[in-house]
């Protein structure tokens, strides 16, 4: 009896996380973003200055091949994943998907949208679209308040907060 | 531009007391074609003889500055005349928002007309700055996927009259199709189509140039058709990064010249139509573009005795900062 509870609790949490999205707060260490309309080695520059402007950018790799720019956090920084639309926008391109890796911990406490707290960093995103085993396992790294890292495609356009739709979660060693 | 040589001679003409023949000098030509070259310097790889609707990044800066070399000939008349023309475009571009980027076209000429008299071969010669073209070009369409895009973006500018109009020699004022500068304020539009992929790039450009009338003198409108092909000749795989390439180009340029008007009279021996094809390189780095080209006068079809074109040689160099 006492089993099944526990069971159909941790059923209903991991429900929870999967219908309403999860809030966290992250530092999000590199992001991949697909600049759409990039196709020759002289775009690569004004893209590279406008990226380099965004916060948190350490370094920038453009790959011309694949039409996309991979962007590394400085030290100790999260990239801020918000204005990386804008910044494509004015190199004159069209910002496309948005891969991102984000560290951090998921926390649900009771009735309360799950925070992930890194100090010094504030930038939330909520998980969202979850599979059936991402959301297990991001209800049990919730329940022990493990740091996480996080590899999805971030979602900006969410009335909230910007959603990530995490297609791969671990902890962090 | 060939009719505007042979204005040249005309007025070199009367001011001998010769009978007046006709033509041009291709002196506010010269500048067109700054302008034009100016706008294809864009942070892209683009065409090297005309324009191109690809953007300037917001904030960002290129500097363009080519060496054009041209030179016409094949002179019928007594006259025997031979031009050269060098000029040096200097241009800036700004882009001041993600569509709308400004040009600013400074061409500096050194011009040598040569003519038979019957004191022997004389040269008449001119160099400096001639008139500065400031331009605004609107990308009004774009359509991107992931390795290509397609743009288009009509452009408006003005000739401002900073060249000297009045300059003088030894055997008096320099004809006005000679001077550095129209001394007139001149218009110009046009719009741009570029297709753009990974692998190759189209750009065509129609414009139109409306000139007006200064000292006496208005040379005739112009209106041009130009086509570029580019296509990637190295790497011929894409790796990783962002590798240096290098371009095969083909151009096409089809240029009309209306007749001028010199002293309220239509100069029936001016103007014409010529069409040129181009085959050029490019060298393309994330900063910096290296390209050269020769434009070969395919067809030529005058008014009057104006002077054909031989050529027209160009080397260039683009940088963003």
Redesign the interface.
Known sequence: MKRGILRNGFALLAFAVLVAPVPSEARIESATV?V????????????E??LKKVGGVGSI???????SAALTASDEDSIDVSNIPEAI??????P?TIEVTAVGTISAEDGERPLLEVSGIDQELLLVNLSDGIERKSAEFAANGVEVRVIGVLHLHLEELPGLEAAKIEAVE | MFDRMAKGSLEMTEERGGRASSGEFPAVVMVWFGVLLAVAGTGFAASITFSTALPVTKGQGIVRIQSKFLEFGADSSPLDRDLTVRVVPVVGAWGVTQKLALFGIAPIFDKNLRVSTALGRRTRSVSGLGDVTVLARYTAVQRDRRGKTLRFAPFLGVDVPTGDDDATDALGRLPQPLQLGSGSWDYNLGAIVTRQTLDWQVDSSLSYKVNSEANDFEFGDEARFDFSYQKRLRPRELGGGVPRFVYGVLESNLLWHGRNEAAGRVDLDSGGTTWYLAPGIQYVRRRLVLEGAIQIPVLQDLNGAALESDFIGTLSARANF
Do not use: H, Q, S, Y
């Open positions: 697909v759409e309309g990039m196709a020759c080695p002289f775009c690569a520059f004004g893209i200055k406008r790799e453009v790959n011309l091949g694949a039409g926008r004015k190199a004159g391109f069209t496309g």
